[in-house]
C-alpha cells in the first residue's frame, strides 16, 4: 500500500495551503483515506476523513476551516485548509486502514508564521 503526501510549506497566519495524498488505484477505491497532523511535541490528532463515496467527516475544531475532497482520475485525496494559524503547525500525515493495519505516508510539514 503506497501512501504519499506532498504539498507542505511555510505559510503567513490567515493563508490557505493544498496538501495531496497519492495512493495506488486499489486502495483509492476501496478504502477510506484520512488526515492527521502532528504539531511539535504532540500526538498525533485525527483532523478529517473520506470515503470512498465521498462523504466526510472532521474534528470539530476544523470543520469550519479545513476541507477534504477526491479526484478519481488521479487516486488522490486533498486537504484544503483556509485561515491557518500558528497552532495548525505541524507534519500532517495520510492515512488508510486495510485489514486491521493503518498505513500512513512519511508526512509532509506545515508552518504557520505570524
Known amino acids: 500500500v503506497q501512501v504519499s503526501e506532498s504539498g507542505g510549506g511555510t505559510v503567513q497566519a490567515g493563508g490557505s495551503v493544498r496538501l495531496s495524498c497519492a495512493t495506488d488505484?486499489?486502495?483509492?477505491?476501496?478504502?477510506?483515506m484520512g488526515w492527521f497532523r502532528q504539531a511539535p511535541g504532540k500526538e498525533r490528532t485525527f483532523l478529517g476523513t473520506?470515503?470512498?463515496?465521498?462523504?466526510?467527516y472532521y474534528r470539530d475544531s476544523v470543520k469550519d476551516r479545513f476541507t477534504i475532497s477526491r479526484d478519481n482520475a488521479k487516486n488522490t485525496v486533498y486537504l484544503q485548509m483556509n485561515s491557518l494559524e500558528p497552532e495548525d503547525t505541524g507534519i500532517f500525515f495520510c492515512?488508510?486502514?486495510?485489514?486491521?493495519?493503518?498505513?500512513w505516508g512519511q508526512g509532509t510539514q506545515v508552518t504557520v508564521s505570524l
Open positions: 492515512n488508510t486502514w486495510q485489514s486491521g493495519t493503518g498505513y
Open positions: 488505484r486499489w486502495t483509492f477505491a476501496h478504502h477510506a
Open positions: 473520506i470515503t470512498i463515496n465521498g462523504t466526510t
